[in-house]
DNA sequence: GATGAATGAGGATTCATTCAT
DNA sequence: GATGAATGAATCCTCATTCAT
């Protein structure tokens, strides 16, 4: 089982969602077909299966980061939330953009939208503490922001991750400038 | 030709690519499928014309805005330029996303990519005239950073347009105020 | 008419006969795919017609060739005859070739059926000259080596003529040797 | 997989090589077409492997007889041969010229060009025995007369083998009677 | 007579899924 | 549980032929 999601995942890393059908994974992962479909109902659910890992990881590296950074200002904590967010583009470009794009195709899953909606809880949280008044607004958008630059980085080959973050960071803080918020002070600090 | 172009399109916006078949196609057309191949060698072809006809139309639009606000201050210009990048995501939400999908899928076409650079280049103009020191830099992060909200705000059924423009706004012009520029006034006004 | 046959003559010469299809006939040879069906019933029709033009002038050389040996004796006459018997494939390789094949998957037709038996009687009226006891089988295999030799000399490249004809006179004279006369002389000259 | 295989012989035999289509053969076969793609990669792998097998009996067939003469003189030694080249036009001439038409489709296979080289070396073996000085050049040449007079006689229908036979061992000898040789004797024998 | 757009049956190939062993 | 051979619907594409203009 572990197996035939390491399969999975090599193909995605190596020859995107398209090259993913059940035959190779069987092969790749040393089972048969047959023991494919034993731990996994269709192909459908082995990406499915994927999809909801990379989502979880990602809501945990945020929510963690989240939690670090419950006292400190913004203008450290929008890094460190940015970091969380990217991680998973910057080490696995080719891997995360393929399940991004299964996650599209797929059916919702509750699961990954709860992993969704934590990522994004995590970035409310965080924002809440500093007295905006749509959170959720901001932090869809600044997720949303982030992926736009990270694929469009990763679009053209490998890129210089520093400057992707520092863009995004730049992003995002720039965003949150303008944002609404109650009894702010004048500066994100 | 144009009946199997607005058959393909209609496809894509109500089913999405994978939905798109030749003979469904023809079919949809009123055409045969030998007829759909006398105009268009392959499935790809059709895609590709339908990508070309979408990049050209909106580096045109973004162009045609970047010449309008020439002597405009940037806070003016902004909205202008993202209501234009904007336009194809808010008309034809669905069809846009598909067709974005078929290009990442499609072989590099040179006119796709003059497309592409097409936008970039009027997003450079408009933000070269205002002293940024690295523009393309700007121009790519924005024209990325619009894609990303746009997308996600798509994605849960169709979206108050008014409001997504306005984060976009909000987005890029929070994004150029952390820019270097030469010789900049305090102000992005 | 004329330009159809000859743009269906350029095509098997350059690619085989299995390129040859009636939309690029038609185009090659300037015309239209409807006149194209004016002058001829059906693809098949067209590759009859070049069968019948080659089986025609094969025979016409042939008995040509025989005519003039007429009073020669056997040793002077079988190169003349294996030159006229080896012309089109000499000139033509390829061309030769691919209306073989052709003239293998049409139906029988009349005319070229009577152009095989042409070549044959000009071999016979040769043979018969020198009293061989059968000659319609003589001539029959001596036709039938000489085209075995000239396609396996051509299969690989385009061969040295010269050592092809020698090789043939050889063989059918060798064979001649072997077959049974009435009244023979000891020599076949 | 020897369905399959059988299947192909049937209608090679029975309708020639323009008559194997994949559907029919997994038909014929009694297999689904998934089955027959489980066990040949195309259309040309099953042909390929059905020629490879004719090439690999033709030439195994003929090394035995250039074997089992080796101490003979040319005269017993040639009909054995020429039994030996002939054998699969005469118990299959249909499949065996539907295979061989086969053969110049396919690209180049290097068992089957081993195939023919093997046949082409038992002639040189048993030639080079009697002083031939080309034997590569006469083994050739006695090949392709021999399949000449093969395919003509077949071309009338099925016709009389042991009349085929005596006339290519007439045409061999009396072939190989106008080839120079080292230090030969007068006779062939 | 000429045109060439339109037709659609036919053919090769893929791949998710099943099920007898 | 495991296997993997078998399935066949689905898909892309070709090309001989027709027929309205």
């Known amino acids: 089982m572990e197996a035939i999601l390491e399969a999975t995942t090599r193909i995605l890393r190596q020859d995107g969602l398209a090259a993913v059908n059940t035959n190779r994974v069987a092969e790749l992962a040393g089972v048969s077909v047959g023991s494919l479909y034993q731990y996994f109902p269709s192909r459908e659910a082995i990406l499915a299966e994927l999809v909801r890992r990379l989502r979880l990881s990602m809501s945990g590296r945020l929510a963690a980061a989240s939690r670090a950074m419950q006292t400190r200002p913004l203008t450290e904590a929008i890094p460190v939330m940015m970091a969380a967010a990217v991680h998973a583009y910057e080490t696995e470009p080719r891997l995360t953009a393929a399940l991004e794009e299964a996650e599209a195709r ?9 992993g969704r909606r934590a990522v994004k809880e995590a970035m409310i949280a965080c924002l809440g503490r500093h007295g905006f008044t749509d959170p959720g607004e901001a932090a869809m958008d600044i997720v949303a922001m982030t992926r736009g630059i990270v694929m469009a980085s990763i679009a053209g080959g490998p890129p210089d991750f520093a400057s992707v973050r520092r863009r995004i960071e730049r992003a995002a803080l720039g965003y949150l400038e303008g944002c609404p918020r ?3 002070s004048p500066s994100l600090a």
């Open 106 to 114: 797929l059916p919702r899953d509750p699961d990954v939208m709860a």
């Open 182 to 184: 109650v009894g702010q």
